[in-house]
């Protein structure tokens, strides 16, 4: 059918321009990386500063990857930010509520494992709202997830009167300031679930159910794809993203509030562009947003470096942005021009569509 061949016209063209924006994005990264370690070689290439990357790096990406599963489809959470927020306040919460701050010893690991679940399921149900309006009711995801954005954030304001919140266990704390072989725990846990994402969006049949949505409703309708299921699914795993972000967010900075974290919905954005996800939907990849937010802390650690200040940083960060979007524009039209047949001629005949894929991944049950 056309639709199908559009559709998977549109992922092979999504697929390639990714792989383009993987090689660039690579070559960014070293460019950062021997441009600032020439400024200032024994500070940036410390190992002291490396474990300073990493430990903002999971803050940051996991809300990336929350950006990044709702664009495959097509869409947008703006709630993310504030998803974590109500996550780490649920956790602290309950923390001052048992008086667990003193908590050692196994006691403290399972006050913490009860309460970043619950804190989790916080996240889990903001996801769910968000899921019903842009799913269920049909409500155009920028402006649902604007409005629970706004509403997540009054409730977290009323609920703590704009004051943080303090009083977490050391068990607590240690997943985002304790290191593993020199490596922060938040980054560990950051790599594996890009890794467990990786595999959901990759190798299972609603990671292409997720892509085909993004790609082509109309088309994904008629595979066999239930349309609403997939967006549902969507705003869930968006919400768990961002709960986790949270989370680390809490433990890194012994404290919970309405307001941390405001300028990382944009700096958010930025990094799943700039890994090549597709806004429009349809493509995107882990390991794209893992070394888009990789060079972006770079970034920024170079810039304090050489006492740059935070508004030049925010100037570079705009600047790349507009520059990978530029070269993508006259990439994509430089090849617009060429698949254009010369006059009189009828050009390529496509390939007749293969749709026995499609509708097999369609058919088999999401995990």
Known sequence: MPSNLDALTQRLVAAAQGQRSLTRLLGLAVVVLVLFSALSPNVFLSLINFQTIAFTVPEIGLLSLAIMVAMLTGGIDLSIVSMANLT???TASLFAAFHATDATGGTAVLLTLLFVLAG?????????????????????P???????????????????????????????LALGNNTVAGLPISFVLFVLVGLALAVVVNRTPLGTKL?????????????????????FLTYVVTSLLAGGA???????????????????????????????????????????????????QMVSSGFNIIRLS???????????????????????GRRSRRAVPPPGGTGPTPPAPRTDEVRSAASAPAS
């Open 142 to 172: 920028i402006l649902a997830t604007l409005g629970t954005m706004l509403l997540y954030n009054g409730i977290a304001i009323a609920w703590t009167g704009g004051e943080a919140l303090y009083g977490m266990p050391d068990a607590f």
């Open 88 to 90: 780490a306040l649920t």
């Open 120 to 140: 989790l399921v916080v996240a889990l149900l903001a996801g769910l709202f968000n899921g019903f309006l842009v799913a269920v009711v049909g409500v155009t």
């Open 211 to 231: 892509r085909l949505v993004g790609a082509n409703p109309t088309a994904a309708r008629f595979s066999g794809i239930d349309n609403r299921r997939v967006l």
């Open 310 to 332: 935070a508004f030049q940083y925010t100037i570079a960060q705009g600047l790349i942005l507009v520059v990978v979007m530029v070269v993508d524009a006259i990439a994509q």
């Open 246 to 296: 949270g989370i680390v967010l809490a433990s890194h900075s012994a404290s919970a509030s309405a307001d941390y974290g405001s300028s990382y919905l944009l700096l958010a954005i930025v990094v799943a562009i700039l890994g090549g996800t597709n806004p429009s939907g349809g493509y995107g990849t882990v390991l794209g947003v893992v070394l888009a937010t990789v060079t972006l």
